[in-house]
């Protein structure tokens, strides 16, 4: 069971990147995804959110409008498509798989990538 991330990079602020989570050994078309972010020195955070189907999608308020999360048509691979970035966006990014719950708490959330850095200079 095994989650990818990638993507990450250094940019500009109002640059973008894209980041990329591939599943691998087990079946992950029927889980929900999430995105979390971590900074230094600061607690893990919710960022995006996308259910088994791409039909619904969930967002922390200080990435609506600029973030946005997909999935690819094997259903096993997630996006977060990442627009306009601020400083206060840099941490590291994971990504997660959910069984069930509020996409919004990580404890719902039991299978977890190795993250990607995201870092956003002024």
């Known amino acids: 069971v095994q989650l990818q991330a990638s993507g990450g990079g250094l940019v500009q602020a109002g640059e973008s990147l894209r980041l990329s989570c591939a599943a691998s050994?087990?079946?992950?078309?029927?889980?929900?995804m999430g995105w979390f972010r971590q900074a230094p020195g600061k607690e893990r955070e919710f960022v995006a959110g996308?259910?088994?189907?791409?039909?619904?999608?969930y967002y922390t308020d200080s990435v609506k409008g600029r973030f946005t999360v997909s999935r690819g048509n094997a259903k096993n691979t997630v996006y977060l498509q990442m627009n306009s970035l601020k400083p206060e966006d840099t941490a590291v990014y994971y990504c997660?798989?959910?069984?069930?719950?509020?996409?919004?708490?990580?404890?719902?959330?039991?299978?977890w990538g190795q993250g990607t850095q995201v870092t956003v200079s002024s």
């Open positions: 050994g087990r079946t992950f078309s029927s889980y929900g």
């Open positions: 996308i259910s088994w189907s791409g039909g619904s999608t």
């Open positions: 997660a798989a959910r069984r069930g719950g509020d996409y919004y708490d990580l404890g719902n959330y039991p299978y």
